[in-house]
C-alpha cells in the first residue's frame, strides 16, 4: 500500500517525475536590454547639431566618423570612442572609461576626458583634456592641448561611473610616436586663458540649460593644472590629503583657498595613488603616516608660486582645527623639491606612466 499511495499521490494532478517540464536558464546577458548599434554610431554629418544626452548611452561604444562642420556632444559616460575623417568638427565627449582614438581628421576641436587617447594621421586638432595615462600622437601635427575644463550636473556621478579619477590628468604629458628629426614639435600647449567655449560653443536648447554647464576654470569638474608649460615660480610645496572619505572634497577646496588668497600660484599637477606603509618611509622619509596610507588612495598637490610652503601651512592649520584628519606639507622649499620628486615617480611607476 506504501507503494500504490506513493504513486498515486504523484499522479494526482500533477506530471509523471520525469516528464516535468524544466524551466529554461536564464543567464544574466539574457536580462539585458537590446541595443541597436545604429544607435551609437554618428556617421556623415554635414553641417549638423547631434546631442546625447546623459543617460542615453550608458557605457556603450561610440563611433564618429565622415562628419564635417558638425558639432556632436555626447553628454554621458562612454566604454570607448573613434572618430575617424572627420573635418572642422567641434566634438564633446563624456568620461570615457577605456580609449578615445582618434584617426585621419583635421581641423577640429575636442573636449574628453578618458583613460587613454590616442591620435595617428591627424593634422591641427586642438584638445581639452583629461587623461589617466600619457597621451600618444602619431603621424600627427600641430596638435594642441589644455586641461580640461567642464562641468555640468551628472558629470561627477559620470566620472565615477567610467572609473576616472579627477586629479589623475597627464594632459601635457605627451608622447610623440614620430617625432620631427630637426628637434621641432608636433604639438604644443594653449595658453592657460584659453576659453572653451571659443573652441566648442555650448550647444542649445531647453534640455541642455537645465543641465547648468560651465566652463570655466573655477566652476571646472577637474582641477586646473599648469602641467608642462614650464615653471614660473621658484618655490614649489607638497600637500598629501590622506584618504578619510573626506580627502577630494578637502583637496578642491584647500587649491580653490590657495587661488583666492594668492591669484598667481599655480597647481602643476595632481595625483590620486594608493601607497603602503613603506612607500611612505621612502616618499615622505617618516613612518609617521604609514597607519593613514592603509585608509585608501591618498591625493597629492604640487603647487607653485611665491610664499607658496609658509601659505600651505597655515591653510592647512586653518582646515585641520578640530578634526583628526592627517595632511603632509612640505616643510621649507628645500625640502620640496625632493619630497615633490619622490611622490611623483612614486605615482608615475604605480600608474605605469
Known sequence: ????????????????????????????????????????????????????????????????????????????HIATVSVDDCINCNIFLGPIKTSVFIRDCKQCRVVVACQQFRTRDCFQIDTFLLCGTQPIIESSSRMRFACFRYYYQQLEHQFRSAGLSIFNNNWSNIHDFTPVPDGDKNFSYLPPEAKVEDFVPMPEGEEVSSMQIRVDSESSMVPQTWGKRG?????????????????????????????????????????????????????????????????????????????????????????MTGTTDLVFVSQSPEAATAQIENFYNFADMQMGI
Open 1 to 76: 500500500m506504501g507503494c500504490l499511495f506513493s504513486c498515486l499521490k504523484r499522479f494526482n494532478g500533477q506530471m509523471p517525475l520525469e516528464e516535468t517540464a524544466e524551466e529554461p536558464k536564464v543567464y544574466s546577458w539574457d536580462k539585458r536590454e537590446r541595443v541597436n548599434v545604429q544607435d551609437f554610431i554618428i556617421d556623415g554629418k554635414k553641417g549638423e547639431t547631434v546631442v546625447k544626452h546623459a543617460g542615453t548611452v550608458n557605457g556603450e561604444q561610440i563611433v564618429i566618423q565622415n562628419c564635417q562642420d558638425s558639432s556632436i556632444y555626447i553628454f554621458d
Open 231 to 319: 615653471m614660473v615660480h621658484e618655490e614649489s610645496c607638497l600637500i598629501v590629503f590622506f584618504n578619510d572619505g573626506g580627502s577630494t572634497e578637502r583637496a578642491i577646496k584647500f587649491v580653490q583657498t590657495v587661488r583666492s588668497r594668492k591669484p598667481d600660484c599655480i597647481l602643476v599637477q595632481s595625483k590620486e595613488v594608493s601607497m603602503g606603509p613603506d612607500d611612505a618611509g621612502r616618499v615622505f622619509g617618516s613612518h609617521s603616516y604609514a597607519n593613514a596610507t592603509r585608509q585608501g588612495p591618498v591625493v597629492g598637490l604640487h603647487l607653485s608660486g611665491e610664499g607658496i610652503v609658509s601659505l600651505s601651512q597655515a591653510l592647512v592649520t586653518e582646515m
